[in-house]
């Protein structure tokens, strides 16, 4: 078996980068793609937040993570599967049950990617020591995030220029889902060749849970569990609406209160400026937390994250469409999510130490994407009764509840901070 911290330099970016691949691919790209398809928003905003469940239920299933194999075997096998299950989206598009088939194989994409979460993520802990662990939580998340920019950028530009090219959006989308799932295959492939072994079959038997109850009720019995969750389900309480409507808003006609935008542009967007700025606030949050804790930079990271949700409220009362002032927007947006992020992931490992850390993560980022599945259910009804001017001034008010709890969750000052050997 490997050393810890082997290899971290190779095998962290690219392991993250294909967790962070069908995410974005399953939560967010297909909002585009059902919007050029031409699902209405209602529906896009409750069928594809139904799509966060299996992220929300991966506790259920993540002590078998656990308890059989190894985190290697299990996330290199889901990850073939989500290669499989893109390609199944792909084939179904041109087909006249497109919606119902296209939302099967995503939910198949979405238990896998659920699955994978948890063997990637308890391999990440496994194979780096804490100081290393907080050292590259910023390039876990950054690669993270730029598989969600690739996703919602070079992906959707593919789309747009195929839209252009052949006029006919559900042949374009066909071809781009395939393209993804060979992507997705060769990423896949690659976590094959730089993933060193940590663990074998029959090591540390000791130290794994018991039983499904065990894993489950240590995680409930650890002090302040309440506040902690309340403030993990609130955390992103804004972004799990804006991060449902913001494509449709820039998609939909100026008549609509939309700023009227081509998909070839919107990915275009996401894929410059986007990844610059996502790339610079993750890498930024990571280094800030390793050098002075996390207690220092909470409150800052989770008004970034927050704070450039006001700018989309700005452009959808102010009507402005030109390119400038909404590209600045989605920049500031980026660079808000990548920093703050970091300290949210930060929290989340907090919560997950000790015994069955893979499984307490898993429950930890559950109740995670909780928080984001059941707002984001309601924000296409929401945006439809406030329009997109009166749905982005809820969403800025939508921050408040975790800017609350933020005075009453408890952690370590310096956690997450690198020490000297």
Not at 19 to 36: A, C, E, F, N, R
Not at 112 to 132: F, P, Q, R, V
Not at 151 to 172: P, T
Request: proline residues 4%.
């Amino acid at each position: 078996m490997a050393e810890k911290d082997k290899g971290a330099w190779g095998w962290v970016p690219i392991l993250y980068f294909t967790q962070g691949l069908p995410y974005v691919l399953v939560v967010t790209v297909s909002v585009i793609m059902y919007k050029q398809l031409g699902v209405s928003n209602s529906d896009i905003g409750l069928y594809t937040s139904w799509l966060y469940l299996p992220w929300v239920l991966k506790p259920l299933w993540s002590p078998l993570v656990d308890l059989k194999s190894t985190k290697r075997k299990w996330f290199l096998s889901m990850q073939f599967v989500i290669a499989v299950a893109l390609l199944g989206v792909g084939l179904s598009i041109p087909t006249n049950m497109f919606f119902i088939t296209t939302l099967a194989c995503f939910w198949m994409a979405a238990f896998a990617s659920a699955t994978n979460d948890i063997a990637s993520d308890g391999y990440y802990m496994l194979g780096l020591t804490e100081k290393k662990q907080s050292f590259f939580v910023g390039m876990r998340s950054t690669f993270y995030r730029l598989a969600m920019v690739t996703g919602e950028g070079l992906i959707v530009i593919l789309a747009g220029f195929l839209e252009n090219k052949y006029g006919d959006n559900s042949k374009a989308w066909s071809i781009t889902m395939i393209a993804a799932a060979v992507l997705m295959l060769l990423l896949s492939i690659s976590n094959v060749l730089v993933t060193p072994k940590y663990e074998s079959e029959k090591a540390n038997i000791a130290e794994k849970p018991k039983s499904f109850l065990e894993v489950f009720s240590t995680f409930f019995q650890k002090k302040n569990i309440g506040i902690a969750l309340a403030f993990i389900l609130t955390y992103r309480l804004g972004e799990s609406q804006l991060v449902k409507m913001a494509a449709p808003f820039m998609l939909d006609s100026t008549e609509k209160g939309g700023l009227g935008y081509s998909t070839e542009l919107i990915g275009t967007i996401f894929g410059t400026a986007g990844v610059i700025m996502l790339s610079f606030g993750g890498i930024l949050g990571g280094i800030l937390i390793s050098r002075d804790g996390l207690k220092k930079w909470m409150f800052p990271m989770v008004l970034s994250l927050n704070l450039p949700n006001i700018f989309y409220a700005i452009l959808a009362v102010t009507k402005t469409t030109h390119v400038v002032p909404v590209t600045a927007t989605v920049m500031f947006e980026k660079f808000g999510y990548g920093f703050g992020f970091a300290a949210f992931l930060m929290y989340l490992i907090y919560i997950a130490e000790g015994k069955s850390k893979t499984s307490h993560y898993a429950i930890a980022t559950g109740f995670m994407a909780l928080g984001m599945m059941l707002p984001g259910m309601i924000s296409g009804y929401v945006q439809q009764w406030l329009g997109y001017d009166g749905f982005f001034i809820w969403v800025v008010i939508a921050a408040l509840p975790s800017l609350i709890l933020l005075k009453y969750i408890t952690y370590p000052a310096e956690f997450g901070k690198k020490t000297n050997d």
